[in-house]
């Protein structure tokens, strides 16, 4: 066990994370030059373009280091966005040391900030690298006082590397050796591994990604998940290189995969503890957390035929990833489709893009909203994640939204207009410290304020500058109101939503103001209309359309004719027919357009 060292990279969005994994395979000869695509370690289409590691995967290196020995560098993958923080949390409890990689020319952000403290807290040796020093902006002794500045370790001698030009990898590696200490674990004790992840493989169902604590795991063994009690049979156990290589057994230190026939991944949840039927361990291992979803939307098919097939698409897509949930619901409006529940607002997107190109969807989302706590007349407590499932006002006692905590790492010129901001999303501020030449915020949030738009408020307010991480605090007592919206003088149920009452007539006004912009004018007047309880408080008309687009087509050129006609059809696509009145998909997400009084 002396010559194994599990690790894994802490890094925000872009800081080079997957660069560098790919260096430390390229360099501890893993693959053949012509195996190596543009990134291994991203292995979906979609991470590839949007460069976003969703799924944790790992690589096990062996590394012949300057001392002579040779080592087992097992690196862990870690995801790099706030949505996915109990993952990171799981890959890093797995680890005996991280690798924070920060930008030497952009900076510590608040999500690594995050993740250092949850490495600190959890044991994990913290280990700085300053990435990009090929970059002209590139400033790593300001860099790494930033790094002392606000994590508290120290950086002055972090090694300064270039994953693009491969400068200074094998330093890091070097460093991993000698910084981050071996595993330490019982080899003959009971079996211990935790699931650091899991993921739906069509040829042998489940595939789990397990670091082994104590005692030793081999196929044929009976296994027992301790959360869930699911017993299994193990079939196979073995090695990423990153290829899958099989072994004759998992010890007591190492990481690697477990196949045991599973055919859910429900039954393969990550955190879980993995011990023998034949001689189990008495205690599971810490940190075990059922994962919930934050943030609710309906998914409706833009042909209501097209109801079967979104339905079995949800249901593939939730066999690789288990925090995805959906129950069918049926809206006036929009017919049948289903309510999901996301981990955050980069999770429903990723969903979505997912129906859409692996499986050729046309839908339309509704607003994203989060779970409100009605404590009706007689006590009891309802979870609501749709607006116009809201009881109506005077029906409840009590209505109680989620509140967050927000860190926010800005820097100092931005702070001003960054509490403005915080403060007209009904913000409270809990803390305020100055780090260097950063500022970190703690602000207490009502998340449905969060979901709507805060991120790229944010973002815009700083130049880009802010980052942001957050998690759930508790269910607040807050003065709310359904806002509904009116199309021609029916209520549309899909446009439902739930607002603070002190903005609400500004929103509402707003709200249609934008939809009369987004409805494309049709053959009559349109009235859009925004009501609370039952007052109408807004009105505008989308105007009747006098024109025919084929008019100004005078004369004979038919395939200018055609592509009208098409680009008018491709228009049509994500539209929905609401009464006699078609509202496209963005006049269905036009509250995120709404700005603050
Ligand atoms: N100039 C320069 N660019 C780099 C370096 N390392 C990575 N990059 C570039 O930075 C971008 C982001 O790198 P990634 O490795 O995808 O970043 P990441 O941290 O893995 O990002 P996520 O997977 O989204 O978390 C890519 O365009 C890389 O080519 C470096 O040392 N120097």
């Known amino acids: 066990m002396k010559n194994i060292r599990n690790f894994s990279i802490i890094a925000h969005i872009d800081h080079g994370k997957s660069t560098l994994a790919d260096r430390f395979i390229q360099f501890c000869g893993g693959l ?11 292995s979906m289409d979609i ?8 799924k944790a995967q790992t690589a096990a290196l062996t590394y012949k280091a300057r001392d002579g020995q040779v080592y087992n560098l097992n690196l862990i993958d870690t995801p790099g966005h706030v949505d996915f923080s109990y993952e990171v949390s799981r890959s890093l409890s797995a680890c005996e040391g991280a690798l924070l990689v920060v930008d030497a020319s952009q ?30 902006a590139a400033d790593p002794d300001r860099i790494a006082q930033e790094i002392e500045d606000i994590i508290g370790i120290e950086a002055v001698d972090a090694v300064r590397a270039s994953a693009k030009s491969g400068i200074g990898i094998e330093d890091i590696l070097e460093t991993v050796v000698s910084k981050i ?51 299994h049979l193990c079939e196979q156990v073995g090695v990423f290189t990153p290829k899958s290589v099989q072994r004759q057994s998992l010890n007591a230190g190492e990481v690697g995969f477990v196949i045991a026939g599973i055919k859910e991944l429900k039954s393969a949840k990550v955190g879980d503890t993995i011990t ?14 059922e994962v919930q979803s934050q943030v609710f939307a309906g998914l409706y098919p833009v042909e209501s035929h097209d109801y079967e097939a979104l339905r079995d698409a949800l249901e593939k897509l939730q066999l690789n990833d288990a925090s995805l949930k959906y129950e069918p619901e049926v809206s006036q409006a ?11 607002l980069l999770h429903l997107e990723i969903v979505q893009e997912r129906l859409e190109r692996e499986f050729d969807m046309d839908l339309i989302t509704t607003a994203p909203t989060v779970n409100y706590e009605v404590v009706m007349k007689d006590g009891t407590v309802e979870v609501v994640s749709n607006p116009s499932k809201m009881p109506e006002a005077g029906k409840y006692e009590e209505l109680r939204e989620p509140i967050i905590t927000a860190t926010i790492l800005v820097p100092q010129d931005y702070v001003g207009s960054v509490m ?12 305020m410290q100055y780090m260097g030449r950063q500022v970190m915020l703690t602000y207490d949030l009502p998340m449905n304020e969060v979901v709507m738009d805060f991120f790229d408020r944010l973002k815009s307010t700083s130049r880009g500058y802010a980052s942001l991480d957050y998690e759930f ?47 494309p004018r049709q053959m009559f007047d349109i009235a859009v209309q925004a009501a609370i309880g039952g007052h109408i408080i807004a009105r505008e008309t989308v105007k009747a359309l006098r024109k025919n687009v084929l008019a100004k087509c005078y004369g004979g050129d038919i395939t200018r004719k055609k592509k009208l006609l098409e680009k008018q059809k491709a228009g049509k696509k994500r539209m929905k027919q609401v009464g006699n009145v078609e509202i496209p998909q963005e006049a269905f997400l036009a509250i995120l357009q709404v700005g603050d009084k």
């Open 32 to 42: 053949e030059m012509r195996e190596m695509s543009a990134q291994v370690l991203d």
């Open 47 to 54: 991470e590839k373009e949007r460069g976003i590691t969703i």
């Open 107 to 136: 900076g510590v952000e608040a999500q690594t900030v995050a993740n250092c403290y949850t490495a600190i807290e959890l044991g994990v040796e913290v280990v700085p690298v300053l990435n990009k020093i090929d970059l002209p």
């Open 181 to 231: 200490p071996p595993p330490e674990g019982n080899p003959d004790g009971p079996l211990k591994a935790l699931i650091i992840d899991s993921w739906f493989d069509n040829y042998v169902g489940v595939v789990m990604l397990v670091r082994v604590i104590d005692g030793q795991l081999k196929p044929k063994d009976k296994i027992k998940f301790m959360a869930t009690q699911a017993e």
């Open 276 to 289: 023998l039927m034949s001689k189990p361990a008495t205690e599971p291992l810490p940190g075990f957390k």
């Open 334 to 344: 929009l017919g049948f489709g289903f309510r999901c529940g996301f981990l955050g």
């Open 420 to 431: 403005t901001l915080c403060n007209n999303k009904r913000g409270v501020q809990r803390n």
């Open 473 to 519: 605090k508790e269910f607040q007592s807050a003065d709310l109101v359904k806002l509904d919206v009116l199309v021609n003088s029916e209520k549309v149920d899909a446009l439902s939503l739930i607002v603070h009452r002190a903005t609400s007539v500004y929103r509402g006004r707003e709200l249609v103001s934008k939809m009369r912009e987004l409805i």
